[in-house]
């Protein structure tokens, strides 16, 4: 097998779960971020050869991801549902409330569906994969103030839809 392809190989294996997750909060729906790491990873196969050399590989796929998620945005006004279960991190936690646990991510899901899905990217970028304002503008292609904007916004309705929630660092105002 060609090094550059096991290369490949090895970095699907070890990244697909991680951008699984971001894209299940980008998409709300486990099918859809399925559909978009896949197509991700076909753009970041196609690039491989300067990507690998450089480290940049995971980068280049989230960025991609997010170009495809806002023109999948862009293209398509679909009412959105949250039918799939969030994928979770691998790793032998021992001893959590799995009932709270269950109860946060139920209402957590629910007031995220009715968040608009650029809200819900500019929460996943700032908050879960903890970017700045202007990396989360770049990736999105808007500007710091759409970033800031919205994620005020985002929270707020968050707030309102969920007072529950209020426990949550996200919520409690966290300033970069």
């Known amino acids: 097998m060609d090094p550059s392809l096991s290369e490949f190989d090895s970095f699907v294996r070890t990244r697909t779960p991680a ?10 729906d ?6 978009l790491v896949q197509s991700a990873l076909a753009r970041t196969h ?30 398509r006004r ?7 279960d969030l994928p979770e991190p691998r790793g032998g936690d021992s001893g959590p409330d799995h009932a709270q646990q269950t109860s946060l991510r139920l209402t957590l899901r629910a007031a995220l569906a009715k968040l608009s899905p ?3 990217a500019v929460l996943v970028l700032r908050f879960f994969e903890d970017r700045t304002e202007a990396e989360a503008a770049e990736l999105l292609g808007v500007t710091v ?8 916004k985002s ?8 007072p529950e929630l ?3 660092y996200v919520l409690e105002g966290s300033t970069r």
């Not at 951008?19 to 709300?28: I, K």
């Not at 679909?78 to 799939?84: H, L």
């Not at 929270?155 to 969920?162: C, D, I, N, S």
């Open 19 to 28: 951008l699984l997750r971001s894209a299940y909060l980008l998409t709300g």
């Open 30 to 35: 486990q099918h859809l971020a399925e559909d």
């Open 46 to 75: 196609r690039s491989w050869g300067r990507l690998h050399h450089s480290g940049n590989a995971e980068a280049y796929t989230r960025k991609t991801m997010y170009h495809l998620q806002v023109s999948w945005w862009r293209r």
């Open 78 to 84: 679909v009412p959105e549902s949250m039918p799939g």
């Open 118 to 120: 650029k809200q819900r």
């Open 145 to 152: 103030g759409t970033v800031k904007s919205q994620t005020a």
């Open 155 to 162: 929270l707020a309705k968050l707030r309102a839809v969920a």
């Open 166 to 168: 209020a426990e949550l």
